[in-house]
Every structure is written in C-alpha cells, then in structure tokens.
C-alpha cells in the first residue's frame, strides 16, 4: 500500500486528495468517484448556475419549493446554526450581494443596506423541513456551508470505498480519514491571515479543519477593510478579526463555527472559540491594522 494523490478543481477552488492504496486502479476509483461527488455539490448549490437548486429557490418569487432529501439535510443545519449563532450565521445573507460590490469596492449607503435588510433574516422563512417559502426577492446562500458539507461527504465516500488512511482538501477545507499507514499524524499547516506564510503547523491523525478571515475577499478604502463576511443583523462587513482555523469532528462544524467567531468581532470571538472546547487559532487585527495571533 502506498500514498497516491489526486488533484483537480471545483467551486473555484484548488481540491487535493490523498490516499493510501494498493494499487494506482483502487486509487483512480476511488479519486475519480469522490471527484464526481463533488463537481454534483458544485453543479445543485452553486447561485451562479441557473438550473441549480439555490437558483430555483431563489427564483421562487415567493412561492414554496419542495426539496430532496439532500438539500433539506443542509437547510436543517442552516436552522440549527442560525439559532445557536443567535442569528449571526444566517444563509439568507445572499441578498447583501446586490448592494456590496467586492470587484470594484463600492462601500454601499445606509439607505441601500436598510433595504436589503429587509430581505434578510431565516425567521421570515418558512421552512417545515421538506417544503422551503421564502418571500419575494429574498436569496439563500449555501456558500458558507457546502464546500464544508461536501468535504465531510468526500471522506464518507472514500471511507466507505475502503480509504481508513489519507485526507480530502476542498478549497483549504481539510478532512483526515486517519493517520500515515506508520500511525504518525498529518501535519497542516495554517497560514498567516497578511502575510500567506506558514506561521502554525498542527498534527492531526483524524478530524477537519477550516479556516476564514478577512483576507480572502476584501478591498480597502480610506484605511479600512471591508471583507466579503458581511453581518446579517446590520449589514456591515465583519471587522476585527483577521483569520480563524478551528479543527472539529466535522467540517462543516468547523466553518460554522470560524464564520461565526468572525461575526462575533474581537470583543467576543476569544470567549466564544473557548466556549466551544475545540482547537482553534484565532488572529485578530491591532491598531496599525497587523495581524496578531490572539489565542
């Protein structure tokens, strides 16, 4: 048994699989198999594919949508996160699309935030966990769920096609199987939310590991910076709070909870990462803007 490694692209992001088998036949199977899985992740809950299911229940105009079984899974784990996030992690945030623009950095008014809070919220949903209504002009957004959900779906697959050592990366997403046939733990490095080096390097056996910040979607303007996570109870951009990486059971714990501590800003993020018993790494920014790991 040795290690093989495969590599591709989807949900425009860099995907590297890793895993110990037999042959290089055992291992084409399974890599192209998990490949397939989740390039169909990309293809139902991608909003910029007009036949996907987010497409359809966005173009709902206020009529109820049934749903499959697959995508009530996520929308129920929506609810969950939704609640026990006291609102922050809201997958109705799509619709802040339309008045923040990232590519060309437009900061929007208040008049234009005001009116796309109106149509943001997971309470003005109705959601009976098989039927799906929303009112018109509301949008979903699985973008903070789904690469994670579909990390955790990749190691399920593999593990059931015989994969017991090895791991999945979707997009910086990380899922361990288990260990080196040698029983010694994969080493991940984490990068420095500014400066892209390898500033920590954690060993782990099995488990996930996600990571977010205010580095990967961003532009700045008269000093300040203004990231893609955007605030479901006001509108604005999360601020504070450099980069998180929290490792969990799960993956898409892990992304839950990252997006989250970055919500919560740096007055709360430490309190709440400690509350959660998890391992985590937490940066946040200090007042030249730098930064700094925190815990």
Known sequence: MQLYTHTFKAM???CTLKFYCNDIVAAQKIFLAVE????LFEKRYSRYLPFSIVSKINNANGEAIKVDEETAKLLNFATVAWKISGGLFDITSGA???VWDFKNGTVPTSKQIKNVLALVGWEKV????????MPAGMQIDFGGIVKEYATDAARTLAESMGVEHGLVELGGDISV???HLDGSPWKIALQHPDHKDIDVVVEIGRGCVASSGDYERYFEQDGKRYCHIINPL???CAQGVAGVSVIAPHCVMAGTITTTALLKGPQFALDY???TGLHHQLYLRDYTGEAVLAS
């Open 177 to 179: 199987i288990g260990p």
């Open 273 to 275: 990462l400690a509350e």
């Open 234 to 236: 006001n509108g604005q």
């Open 96 to 98: 802040f699309r339309t």
């Open 12 to 14: 425009a992001s860099p």
């Open 36 to 39: 397939e899985k989740t390039r």
């Open 126 to 133: 109705k959601w009976d966990g098989e039927t799906l209504q």
